[in-house]
Every structure is written in C-alpha cells, then in structure tokens.
C-alpha cells in the first residue's frame, strides 16, 4: 500500500522483469524510467498511469550485442492511449513501437511521432515491404558484381571496383517487395550520420575470400584501400547491429568447385543467424548455392521486421523523390516544401528528418545551402577521395593535418571539371557534417586522419600541459572503437576548441580559458599483444579507449560535461564501459559553473583555446636572421641575452626555442599567440617571408582588431625600412602580391601532385601576407615607435618594458 504513493520509479537494467503488469496500481506515479530493461515483453497497464508526466524508455535492442531474441514491441494501441490521453506527458528514450517506423522511436521523437499520427490520421497509411540489404567487405572481392547479379544483370569485369558508397533499388522477378542495397566499400565515415542506419532490420552478405585474409594494404587506380580478415568484419558488424543479425558469409569468386572453403569464422561462433555459402558472380550457375539461403533469409527477415505504418502523403513524396533521384542531384528546400505540398504533407521538416534517417536523402537542417542531397553516392564520393586517395592524406600528413579550401580543392578535384563552385562548397560541407574534417579558423580545417602521432608533438603538449597532475582521469572503453568515432569525437571538440590546440591523430589538449582548466583527450587501440592478453571475440576486431583528463579551477565540471557530451551522443549507437581512474565526482552532486544551455548541448560548454595562463609575460622576439658576423645580428643576440635574465619576462625567438628537427613553422605560429611580441622591422624583414608570415600570424590572432594588434605588437622600425608613407606600404604589399602570383603559376605549370603540399601551403600563407601587409603595416605606423637609425640595446630592452608596464596598468 505504501508504494501506491510514490511518485517516481527508476528501474535499469532488470532481466527479472518481464510485464509490467500491476504498475497501474501507482496511482500517483508521475515519473517513470525503464531503462535497459531487455526481457520486458508485456507493457500492459502502462497507459493507466494517468498521472504520468516523464516516460523514459531506453532499450536499444537493435545495437544490444547480447541481445539474441527478436526484440517486442510496445502495443499500438498503448502508445496511442499515451499520446492522445497524456497531453502532459514527455516521452524520451529507445524503443519499438508496433506500427511506428525505428527512425521515429530510436531515439524517441515525440513531436514527429504526433506528426506521423496526425498525417495517418488525415491521410491514411501504406506499408511498403521494402528490406535493405547491406554489403560488406574487401574491396575487389565482388560486391558490385554481385549486386549486378541480384538486379538481374549479368557478370561485367568492364566495370570498375565501387569506391564510397553505391546504391540501389530493385524488386526482384517475380516478388512484391524492393530491395535497397547498400555497398559501403568497408568506411564507416556515412554510418555516423544516420543514428540507426546499420541495425538488425536490415540482411547483411559478408564477403571474404582466401586471399584477402590479411590487412595489406591494396592500391586500386588512385586509391589505397586497407585489407581485413573475415574475423574483423564479423566484429565490426556485431559491434554496430548485434549478436542476432542475419548475415549470410559468401566465399566470392569460387568459379570452380574446387575453390570453395570453410569460412574462417571464430569459435564459438559470434553471430546467431550466420550462414555459410559460395558464389560465383563469373559463371552462370554461381549463385545456385546461395540463392535459396538468401530468399529463406529475406522472407525471414521481412517477418522479422513485421509491419510498418507510413502515412499515404509520405510514401507520394518519398516516391516522388526517388523518381526525381533519376534527374537531379539536389533538391532545393523551397521545392522539397512545394512537392509536400502538393501531397498534402502537414510536417514538412519531420518527414526531411524521417527521409534522411531512412538513407532516401542526406538532410541537415540550414546545411547544404539549404538543398537536400539525393545523389548521396556523388555527395560522399568527395570524402573518399580525402580518405583513400594515394596522395591525399600523406600531402595533407606533410602539413599536420592542416589544410584550407583552396589546397583540398587543388588536391582532390582540380581535374574534375563537372565539378562546380558550389559542388565542392557542398563537398566540404559534407566533410565537416561526417567528420572527416573540422574548421579551427576562417580558412583552416584539420582532417583527423592525416595528423601526426602523439609522440611527434611533445614539444606542443609539454607547453600546454605543463606537466600538470591530472585532478580527473576516466577511460572509455570500448569493445570496437571505430575509426569514424575517433574522428568524429575530436572533430567535436576540435571545431569548439579552434587553432591554438594541439592535435595529434586523434587526440588533443588545450588550455580553456573560461572554465579555467586544462584538457586532455586521447584515443588508444589496443595492440596485438594486448588483443590476444583479453582473448575475447570482440578482439579481433578493433578494441580500445578513449582517455579524458581535466585539471584546473572547473576541471570537474569540464570532464562531467566531456562525458556526458560522449554519452549523448553515442556515436554509431557505440556503448562505453566508463573506468574512472582518478578523481570521479560525487554523482549526488549536480554539477553547476557551465551555462544550462550549454549543459545541454553535447560539447557546447567547450571555448575555444588559448596558451595556459603564467605569472610571466611571454615575449616572442621576431626580427631578420643574419650571420653571426653581422652587427644588426650581434645586437639582437645582446637584447635576447639580457632580456633571457629578466625574471618577470619568458623570451623566446625562433633561433633558441627550436630544436633540430622542430618546425620553423610551429614557432611562428606561437608567434601569433604571444602576450607580446618584440617585433624589429628592417628592410630585410619586410621582405623576408618568415617575418611577414609572423606578422600576418600576429594580426591573424588579434581577429583583424587594431586595438588588440597594437596592445601586443611593440615594434623597433629601423631606419631601412621603408613604411612611412602609404606608397612606401603599397610597394612592400605589391611584392607580396608579385610572389604570390609567380609561385602560382609555378604550380598550374607542375600540378600540385608534383608541387607538393608545402608548396600549396606557402602559397595561402603569401596569399594571407598580402592580405594583411596593408592594415598591419598602417597600425604601426600609428603607433609610437622607437625608431632607431641603427639597433640599440639598451634602448630597445626599455621600450619593451616600458609597454609592457603600459599594457599591464591599462588592464588594471
């Protein structure tokens, strides 16, 4: 009887529970959460709970890798008595529904399930039989030819091997159900952006073949493709859709029958519904092995996924669409909202959701200049060429992972001449919406598989994490770390943290300046030693971890929101096992500091970075290298030297801060970063690329303000340099242009393969030089400056410590 009054009821991850039977004697219960409760079958009595307003169902059943039965449904008519009779009620959460479509329910949307309702309702309903089949393996081991063979067609070796990603849709003779194939080419880069596009609706063939049982890497045309054993595949796909999905294991190219083999399949085995089979797409009668086990397994299958409800104004659209898929490769807003409504389509923006989650379309709201993608095949081909193209990722690798808009076009699709500006705008916007990339500033991006490994930016991580103790450590585990979700995490949290981070492949850390705390991010495969140590099935896969360290003023509450960032999100619906290996926060206590907006959105509390505070003032001393027999450079040796013995200052200059090996490059790019920056400007300077790119650096980072530009900058203006009148300012800036020119037509002339990255690099850094050369030579100018007919120490060192008080006092 007591429990009658309660009012909130949480019940995780009970196997005991099996019907909820009685529950609505909780006559007072407004609060309800059911999670990871997967042998629940009987939800009768939950539509009673009249006073319910928060109902939160978490069971993914499709992604549960120890989830071998089919998954039950929530009755329709349940779900319809609790949203019809519970205006109130909040509903959130996984879960099926009888009737409903999955991309409604997982997770659960309960505005568009109104919206699919509301249009049934209006306009009745149809329920297509339509199963998706997925293809999967090597590259070269004969999807294509095989999907040819199931449409109907016969064996072609004129055709090329797929790369990306194709797609088709066919009925087969003589049934009353269509096909949509799917053939990844083996990237996960698409499965990310669609939360439940691989799951345990769909059949899946696996193919393998003997000679492909390796991890070699294979060049095919342009690009380079990574081989993997039949055990990988099988790990990746019971990772992403679970322990009862049906896949039928195809030895390809067995052309004689004295080719077949037993699949190479761990023990015991890892899949409930696996089937063996043979074929041959070469010969006439290849596919009679296979045939019968795949209509058993599509009939099956169809049973399976039992019947779904999709109202009449949808199916017109979505037919009308993929009629227009023919014709077009993009379908503008404007005309997607004039063919609903056309069709009567009430909810024009759920049902843009429910296409894209259904793969019928690629849409993201106010993305894509607001057009939605039909030709996904031509959308993704893009990102594959950065991915596998031969010279793109070790161009881009040249460059730390760095590159702008105008280098990735010249890389990947100067000879593409169909190719238009606002195709290759839409490429790179499908790059930063997958993953492959994130912007750090206005024209730099960083792809997260080109960057170099941790131990090449030791130098960067040493002055940014300063040999701080971590004060919170917790590791992620994970049983298939995909590559996408590495990239996609760092792509999060890198397009929040910007340019002045560090990033490593896969990796990063950064000083954040708002939350006053220090972050360290950092994924980690385990080796083949450690992989035979666990001995589990999952290991012959890809296992791993993903590390997060925070230390600071608000180091809790930054990795409380990291964690919980990662555990909204759920990347490929991938579920961690959560280690706290320092500091773990008390779980009673609600984190607050972060602003609730940004708590709430996944990595919305992350600023961008900046250089960790210190009680020095950091000094960059920038000036014209010469020999150490020249006198301008026995002076700045004489300022370094004794400004190196000022206790409150931390000089450096990119002669003593580098080491053999380090990058030239990186100095300058600190440069920009500077509290201040000691900058002597000589004739040689103005015309020394290295100087001018630490210029263009400086102004860069002051954001284009003068205000900020000149509270750093102290400049020493020689008497060589000519800056005085703006025609002596044009002639620096035309000498900027002029080289920029030359170097490139140099590289029309050569190609950019044979120039090389750096070459595509220098010549957006003389571009930007140009850019700035103008305003930054102006604001000096303005400024009060020391000028000097020659260089003088004592001078120089007082005048920098002079503005220093200055700058220090006015912030004061």
Known sequence: EALTQLTSLTVSHCDALTSLSGLEALTHLTSLYLNGCNALLDYVG?????????????????HQKNQHSDPSRVPWSIMKNLLLNMPQLSLSGSINMEYVPAELTHPIDQTALEDWYFEIEQQGYSNPKTLKVMLLGNGQIGKTQLVRRLRGKSFDESIPSTHGIQIHHFTPDGEDFEIKSWDFGGQDVYLGTHSLFIDNRALYLLLWHPDYENNNLVLDEQLTIRNRPLSYWLAYLKSLAGANVQVLVCQSQCDNPGDDRRAPIPHPVPLDALRETVISNKTPDGLSAFTPLFKRAVAHQLDRNGVVWIPNSWFAVEEAIQELCTQQKLLHYS????????????????LANYLHQAGVVFYRKHHFDNQLILDQAWALQGIYLLLERKEALPLLSASNGKFTRDTIEQLLW???????????????????????CFKVDDDDYIAPDALPDKAYKETDIEQIWQDTDAEHHVRLHYDFLHDSTMRYLLSKIGEKAKAAACYWRYGCCYYDAKSQSKVWFDSTLLTDKEKIETGTFENYGQPGFIDIKTAGRNAEKLICHLLDSIKGVQHLEQKSRIEWQKGQPDSSQKHKGLSPESELTPFGALEPASLPPSTRSAVYFSYAWGEDTDERQQTCDQIYNKLSEENELNIYRDKNATKPGDSIAAFERK??????????????????????????????RSQQQQSDFVGRVIPVVLSDAKISTRIDKFKVVEHWVSQGQELEDLINK???????????????MIRSISNCTMNALTWIGDLITERQPELQVDATIELLKKRIEEQKNRKN
Request: charged residues 25%.
């Open 335 to 350: 005309d997607y909202l004039a063919l609903c409504d056309k069709h009567h389509v009430a909810a024009p923006g759920t």
């Open 414 to 436: 100067r000879y593409e001449s169909e190719y238009s500006k606002q195709d290759k705008s839409l490429f790179l916007e499908m790059m930063q919406q997958c993953g492959v």
């Open 671 to 700: 440069i920009g970063q500077a509290d201040f920056v000691l900058l002597i400007m000589s004739e040689k300077s103005l015309y020394s690329v290295h100087c001018m790119n630490e210029l263009r650096l400086i102004y860069e």
């Open 750 to 764: 050569v190609g950019l393969e044979a120039a090389g990255a750096e070459s595509a690099n220098e010549r957006q």
């Open 46 to 62: 939950l539509d009673q709970l009249h006073n319910l307003e928060v109902l939160q169902i978490d069971a993914r059943y499709y």
